[in-house]
């Protein structure tokens, strides 16, 4: 599979991770704090159900890879989700140490330390290869929800394409999850035990036009969309084309930037920077900025502090990181300063009747370097327009929660194009879930397997 992704030492030392591994005698320690809980509400927490107590007690008996075998029978993106997983809204935050006043277990460091010893061991995610059906399924787009889609599928012995317009697979866990929660080697390390259960991966195939989609439904019975969103929104204010068309060209979205850092584009930010909005992507892309060498950081948003949609603790750790804030404005207009660099033009607003009004008089510019967008993900509708079929409804693609079919037999689909952007260990949720409704949908119900051919 063509990588052309080295790993930056300095973008390394800049993006530590939050949260180190645990040592081995770190791990054993905290994995017999665990009550073995019988109805587990940390597995009920987890979208994709792992057997929480299952996993942790092996670890407690010494056995890493059986720990790591009962976590990916039910997530293959494991490694991932330990890293990049919101667990104090999930499975820690539903640990019934919390009714002790006693910290909870910590699951997803846990997690990682089994998913790590299972990498380290090079074993292949599906030790016995099933027998082959006759069922050709491709996935567009190689993100999380594709990657769990085709893994399940290929556990049943289905033939499975992945199609990718970048260059590197992995979709936003590859190019748009923060480094210090989710580097990028660690992603496509992932990616690479599922290339070798013998998914094909087409990198650089865009998929454009209607002329390309009927050439991929000639080619495969089954189609799952993974697609993702796409491009994030843009401002809509007085002078922003105009800046991002001419030479001053300090404008880019926050998926951008945490793009461009993680493939070694960008490795130093200088002088202020405005990140306009407060979710969790606007917070990531702050906090990069600032650890690639940008100060001041400033978050923009139009609501106060109570009401941001990020995490409590992602909105923490920007402050711990040195963000500032700028609450109840909007920008209005951008244009570049007579050194070069660009100046942001904002006003305070009120919440009127349910709509935000600008306060007269309470206009101020701030000078800097570089604006960051990060107000939200526009759902690429285009080219599902043109798949006809395909019911999408306020831009997401409509589907059976149950199975993840979409109005058309056909195709099926998971992920951020259809709940509008959650987390990754939903995606993986979704696509198994999709992967069981595509083998049922063509008449290959999973039934008993080898033993120990489950992932």
């Not at 720990?67 to 499975?91: K, T, W």
């Not at 099933?130 to 929800?145: E, F, Q, Y």
């Not at 948003?301 to 711990?320: K, T």
Request: with cysteine; proline share 6%; aromatic share 4%.
């Amino acid at each position: 599979m063509p990588n052309t992704f080295t790993e930056n030492p300095e973008i390394r030392q800049r993006f530590a991770e939050l949260h180190p591994p645990l040592t081995a005698q770190a791990a054993v320690v905290e994995s017999n704090r665990c009550l073995n809980c019988f109805d587990a509400p940390c597995m009920v927490a987890c979208p994709t159900h792992i057997d929480v107590p299952g996993f942790i007690k092996r670890i407690a008996s010494g056995n890493l890879r059986g720990s790591a075998r009962r976590i990916l029978e039910a997530n293959v993106l494991a490694g991932s989700c330990s890293r990049a997983c919101p667990v104090e809204v999930l499975c820690e935050g539903a640990c019934v140490m919390h009714r002790y006043d006693r910290p909870p277990i910590q699951i997803a460091l846990l997690q990682r330390h089994a998913m790590d010893a299972f990498h380290r061991s090079a074993e292949p995610l599906i030790p016995v290869q099933p027998p082959p059906i006759d069922l050709r399924v491709a996935c567009i787009g190689s993100g999380p929800a594709s990657l769990a889609c085709a893994a399940e599928l290929r556990r049943h012995g289905a033939q499975v394409t992945i199609l990718e317009r970048r260059p590197l697979p992995g979709g936003l866990n590859t190019y748009g999850v923060a480094d210090y929660k989710l580097p990028t080697a660690d992603s496509l390390r992932e990616v690479e035990l599922i290339r070798q259960t013998g998914v094909e991966f087409r990198l650089g195939a865009a998929i454009e036009t209607a002329a390309d989609l009927a050439t991929i439904e000639s080619e495969f019975d089954y189609i799952f969309l993974g697609v993702g969103l796409g491009a994030m929104q843009k401002l809509g204010i007085a002078g922003e084309e105009a800046i991002e068309s001419g030479e001053t060209t300090g404008v880019l979205n926050a998926l951008q930037l945490i793009a461009a850092y993680k493939t070694g584009h960008i490795t130093r930010m200088h002088g202020a920077v405005v990140v306009i909005g407060a979710g969790n992507t606007a917070i990531d892309a702050a906090v990069a900025a600032r650890r690639l060498g940008a100060d001041p950081v400033t978050m923009l948003y139009r609501r106060g502090p109570a009401d941001v949609s990020a995490f409590d603790f992602e909105l923490a750790h920007a402050r711990h990181e040195g963000v500032q804030f700028i609450w109840n404005s909007l920008p209005v207009a951008m244009h570049a300063s007579e050194d070069g660099n660009l100046l942001l033009e904002i006003q305070s607003v009120q919440l009127t009747g349910g709509k935000f009004e600008l306060i007269p008089g309470s206009q101020s510019t701030v000078p800097c370097k570089t604006i960051i967008p990060a107000i939200g993900q526009s759902p690429l509708t285009q080219l599902l327009s043109e798949f006809r079929r395909v019911t999408v409804e306020h831009g997401r693609i409509v589907i059976d929660r149950a199975n993840g079919q979409t109005s058309n037999p056909n195709f099926f689909a998971g992920g951020d194009c259809t709940n509008g952007g959650r987390e990754v260990v939903d995606a993986v949720a979704d696509g198994k879930r999709a992967a069981l409704g595509i083998l049922a949908a063509s008449n290959h119900a999973p039934g008993k397997t080898a033993e120990g051919a489950h992932v």
